[in-house]
């Protein structure tokens, strides 16, 4: 089992539903987010190109969070997912300068937090809420050892990028471009 | 032309850490554990080598005030937790490729350590010192047995203290200034220098503070040469750490650092400490305090420009 996601760049038009499903659903204290959306524009006048790119935890298969983590709080759950146990965290603020994504903040309760994949809701066998509630269907989420997950087969199908790759986090986000 | 823009939720402060999730706290402590690293350093080197009578300052005095230094930057890292009241969570676990546990381990030896030193010799800061019991007194006739064994571990824990407070910074690989080997001898090297320069300051004896700053001046040489090559490494190396670089080569910390950092905190003095070689007479504090409030601001100038350094996608 290997949770992962897929973004569309080409099909999101950045109307911040999945921010905003997140915060709900996730009960995110106000002024924060899990999950967020960039805006790229490349190129010079006219020749511009637009990228849209919700991002989230990358949920690194090699992640330094956990890594840098003194006390385990940060850890790598099944399917991959990477969690922090709030009664373990001390809120010494390593694992968020170790994330090259920016990905982790710190809870106004002094624990980090960050995306889970919704795992709460992948319980139910349903999918993360920002997945659930992308108007435009940009999101794909599954298990990447599974050929036959939607994930899979969107990622098989067509070019994709990864997040600074570079870095040798091994991300699981797949930006389809 | 490339321009990344923020559209949503992410536009605030409070998420986008690399505003600072670490403050002062955490440099005020690189430089204290640094600084705490020196003193023991040269206090067990000393001891080993039979110097205790040429040296008696770096072995009685200044480590009196290690337990002291210790407990403050102990303090401050307590500051830094945001969810303080699980820092025992520290020591329920030990995690091998974590610097902030080696760390917390480490400084877990040092304290004990550094207080047992200070207690044998608390006499030489406190000359009316009396420990009141008898049990206390036997405690310390029968410590003072195994100084030897003290002064090796101090010497080893001293470079382990040393090295982690560069190594905590340089493990990130998220944060392309940190991310460099040299950052770990680099913060030895400056933490030592600053631990010669805290001994010259108690000094009352000529010759010591002389020695001292010898010892100091040829700190001072190889923490120059290690800044010099941490930057053409930089400068040879990725993108991300080009531009890491040029924040000090032309950037936002190009002034202070070069001016304060690297002239005040370290010429300089090095140019004082080699005049007092040559017999002109300058008011021994100076370059010792220079060397001191440059160790400060080089801590607070990495630990604060590395939270800029990123890497742009
Ligand atoms: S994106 Fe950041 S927080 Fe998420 S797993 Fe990777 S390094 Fe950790
Ligand atoms: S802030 Fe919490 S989760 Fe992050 S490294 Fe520290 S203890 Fe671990």
Known sequence: MRYAMAIDTKKCVGCSDCVVACQTENNVPHGYARDWIIEVIDGTYPQLELEYRSERCNHCDNAPCVRCCPTGASFIADGGIVKVEHDKCIGCGACIAACPYDARFVHPEGYVDKCTFCDHRLEKGQDPACVAVCPTKCLYFGDMDDPNSEVSKVVKKRKFKTLIPEAGTEPQLYFLI | ?313
């Open chain 2, 1 to 313: 032309m490339r321009e990344e823009l923020i559209v949503s939720g992410r536009s605030n402060p409070l998420i986008d850490p690399h505003l600072e999730i670490w403050e002062w706290q955490i440099p005020a402590y690189l430089f204290l554990g640094g600084l705490a690293a020196g003193i023991l350093f040269f206090a067990g080197l000393f001891y080993l080598r039979g110097r205790e009578d040429k040296y008696p300052t770096a072995v009685r005095v200044a480590p009196v005030f290690v337990p002291v230094l210790l407990a403050i930057g102990l303090l401050f890292l307590f500051l830094d937790l945001k969810h303080k009241f699980y820092f025992w969570r520290l020591y329920t676990s030990f995690s091998i490729e974590s610097p902030t546990s080696w760390g917390a381990w480490t400084l877990l030896l040092v304290m004990p350590l550094s207080v047992i030193w200070a207690a044998l010799y608390i006499e030489s800061v406190f000359p009316k010192w009396d420990w009141k019991y008898t049990w206390a007194k036997d405690a310390i006739k029968f410590l003072s047995g195994y100084k030897r064994e003290m002064a090796w571990g101090m010497v080893v824990l001293a470079i382990i203290l040393g090295i982690y407070t560069g190594i905590l910074l340089s493990a990130f690989n998220a944060r392309p200034l940190w991310n460099t080997s040299i950052l770990g001898p680099l913060f030895l090297t400056s933490g030592l220098s600053t631990g010669a320069a805290f001994i010259v300051l108690l000094s009352k004896n000529k010759t010591e503070r002389h020695a001292m700053g010898m010892i100091d001046l040829m700190l001072i040489s190889i923490e120059v040469a290690l800044i010099i090559h941490m930057f053409m490494g930089f400068k040879a190396s990725t993108r991300v750490q080009i531009e890491a670089a040029d924040m000090f080569l032309g950037g936002q910390f190009t002034a202070t650092f070069w001016v304060f950092v690297f002239s005040l905190g370290l010429i300089v003095p090095a140019f004082l400490e080699f005049m007092e070689t040559k017999g002109k007479r300058i008011p021994f504090y100076i370059a010792p305090s220079l060397v001191i409030f440059g160790g400060i601001l080089f801590r607070f100038i990495m630990v604060h420009a590395g939270q800029l350094s990123r890497w742009l996608y």
